[in-house]
C-alpha cells in the first residue's frame, strides 16, 4: 500500500474595495458548534510461530540427495484482516569455495570449480509446499513434476509461476489460504492461523565430462545465506456505512474476510 500526498502552493494578489454611506448598526446573531472526529488506524500484526521443530533451514554439511522439512505457523495478532502472506526470497549471501593455497582441497579443479549463486540455488528443489487452512490442507507445490527450485522462487520466473497457480501474486507466493470463504487470508475474526509446510531437497543427479568428473563436484563447500521475506497485506480500502460500526464506532467488518472493495 502506498500513499502519496501532494500539497500545492500558490500566491494571489487581490483587491477589494467597498464604502459604507451613511451609519448604522449591524447585528447578526450567530451559534457555533463542534463535530469532534476521532480517527485511529487498525493493526496488521504477522506473526511467524514453530509449528514443529526450528523454523530456519540452518543447514550444513549437505550432499546431494539429501532433503529437510520445516512448519511453521502464520498468525494474525492484530485486528485487520490479512489478504496475503507473500513470499520471496530477498537476500542471497553467496560464497563459493574455491580454496587458496594452504587451504585443504588447493589445487584440486577436478573437486572444486567455480559457479555463481543462482547456480548454486539451482541445485536445491523445492518439493513440497502447502499452507494449511481449517480442517483441510490446501496444496501450492506438491511432488517433483513442477521442479521448482529456490532460484525459480529468487528470481521469481515463469516456472514457479505455473506451479502454484492462484497463490501467484504480485511476483510472489502467497502463503495464506486463497479457498472463498470466511477464511481466505488470515481473518482476525473468526481468528486463524495457517501451517506452512516447505521441504527442500539437494538435487542429486549424475552429469560426468568425458574424464568422469560429476559436474556436482564444484558446489562442495560452496554455501549460501538466504533471506526469505514474508509480507502481509489489508484487504482493498471500502466505503464505511454505520452498519460496519459498532456502538464504540469500531469497525467490525475490517476484520473479517473479503472485507473491501474489489
Known sequence: M?????????????????SLVGVGTWAAFNDIEEVSAGVAAGELDLVINPAE?????DISNLKPGDKMTRSFE?????????????????QVDFND??????QAGFGDEDTYGSNDAEEYLDQFQVTLLRTGTEGAVEDIIVGTEQKVTLKDIYLGSDKVQKAVGNHWVDGRINLASTASNQWEGLPAQPHDFDTVEMTIEFVEYSDRDDRGVEDQNKYQGDTADITFSLEATQWDGQEITEADLNENGYITINEEANNGEN
Open 74 to 90: 502464520l498468525d494474525n495478532n492484530g485486528t485487520l484482516a490479512i489478504k496475503e502472506v507473500l513470499l520471496s526470497i530477498d
Open 53 to 57: 521443530g526450528p523454523i530456519n533451514f
Open 2 to 18: 502506498t500513499f502519496k500526498k501532494k500539497l500545492t502552493a500558490g500566491a494571489m494578489a487581490a483587491t477589494l474595495g467597498f
Open 97 to 102: 569455495y574455491i580454496p587458496e593455497e594452504g
